[in-house]
């Protein structure tokens, strides 16, 4: 069975602060895909990141970047200079081919970020 | 392009009654999914459409059901509502291929049961 689990409830940081998102996952096949998406008060997924369990490559888009370690089954997310308009949901998603499209979210981390 | 759309954006219903919600995906695409997030459960997969077959189902009793249309356009139902089905249901469209594909989500309908 696939799981993701996203530690973090909340997280509360001020303005400029540098703030990581925790997702540790579990599978057992050898091909799977991670996913982070962004939940605003709007409520509409915004997709940020999709990677296969083949590229360990750390991801750097802008003040995000992503950190992929297969060993530990970690794919965490760090905010650089954190702004308010971060603060929203943010989840971690796992989908294994065998199932197709089907994401396996985590529980998601409410991020507030104050100015 | 236009993004995922879908209708409608609320809903009230009282238990026992039926719904349809509608959800058209990003032009070119071919798979729909959907998902019911509520605060205890959080996200949950209902099923994946491709192609008008349905390709994958998550863990939902058959009173949630659904289908897709030659154009993509899908429609899930839930007959016999209770007041445990309230939530956002959120629509994702992707391309389709083999692999995981990456799903753009819509606004969602909200369904509050009374």
Known sequence: ?115 | KAGVTQTPRYLIKTRGQQVTLSCSPISGHRSVSWYQQTPGQGLQFLFEYFSETQRNKGNFPGRFSGRQFSNSRSEMNVSTLELGDSALYLCASSSGGLDPDTQYFGPGTRLTVL
């Open chain 1, 1 to 115: 069975a696939q799981k993701v689990t996203q530690a973090q409830t909340e997280i509360s940081v001020v303005e400029k602060e540098d703030v990581t998102l925790d997702c540790v996952y579990e599978t057992r096949d050898t091909t799977y895909y991670l996913f982070w998406y962004k939940q605003p008060p709007s409520g509409e997924l915004v997709f940020l990141i999709r990677r296969n369990s083949f590229d360990e490559q750390n991801e750097i888009s802008g003040r995000y970047s992503w950190n992929f370690q297969k060993s530990t089954s970690s794919f965490n997310f760090t905010i650089t200079a954190s702004q308010v308009v971060d603060s929203a949901v943010y989840f971690c998603a796992l989908s294994v081919i065998k199932y197709g499209n089907k994401l396996v979210f985590g529980a998601g981390t409410i991020l507030r970020v104050k100015s």
